[in-house]
């Protein structure tokens, strides 16, 4: 029963892109977050996630984000401090009917502001929806 339990939460990791040995960083953790998602992505990297005060080049960052954590332009360009030229930041947020929901216009309206491209949109679990944002091609082109 554990081992299906296992793979049900890397499934989700690798939803997430997320590949063994891959930095990642979190930031906007809160006691609502999704434990299990944290700990699938934690086991399928094969390390800890980094927090808000690291330095080092992240292949991707989880963004925990609610309706009231302030301005998602300036957590959105926070985040790109130490992303990757092929990294991605998952906007991870409370789905619909749940307490802190964010409108996907108002994701829509921020990303192209922070300079970045929104993907796809996906449910990570039960109470979380995660929005996949990258570098827009022509960016990378100049980077």
Known sequence: MVAAEDAGKIGVAEKLGIEPGMVVQELGWDEDVDDNLRAAVEEQIGGDLL????????????????EDDGDLVDALLEATGVLAEDGVI?????????PGHV?????????????????SNISVADDWAGTRLVWPKSTKAKR
Request: glycine share 4%; proline share 7%.
């Open 51 to 66: 927090d808000e005060d690291a330095d080092e080049t992240v292949s991707v960052v989880l963004l925990w984000w609610r």
């Open 90 to 98: 998952w906007v991870l947020t409370p789905k619909t009917g749940r």
């Open 103 to 119: 409108e996907p216009s108002d994701i829509a309206e921020a990303v192209p502001t922070a300079g970045l491209s929104q993907t």
